[in-house]
């Protein structure tokens, strides 16, 4: 495989990985929970955590624990 070939691939990938990943992360401040999202973050986390409780309730009704 051509050295350049193997070049441009690593460009493309590190241009991805910037516009995808770096790029918003910057844009947010390098904060994960940014404002405006904490509620939506929490109310998410209480909606996993309640189906979760429902699952395990169901499992044990069953019987195959």
Do not use: N
């Given at each position: 495989m051509p050295t350049w070939f193997v070049a441009?691939?690593?460009i493309a990938a590190v241009t991805v990985?910037?516009?995808s990943c770096?790029?918003?992360m910057?844009?947010?401040r390098g904060h994960c929970d940014?404002?405006?999202r904490g509620g939506d973050l929490d109310r998410r986390i209480a909606e996993l955590r309640e189906e979760v409780r429902?699952?395990?309730a169901q499992d044990s009704l069953d019987g195959s624990h």
């Open positions: 441009a691939v690593a990985t910037y516009f770096v790029r918003p910057l844009r947010e940014a404002p405006g429902v699952l395990r």
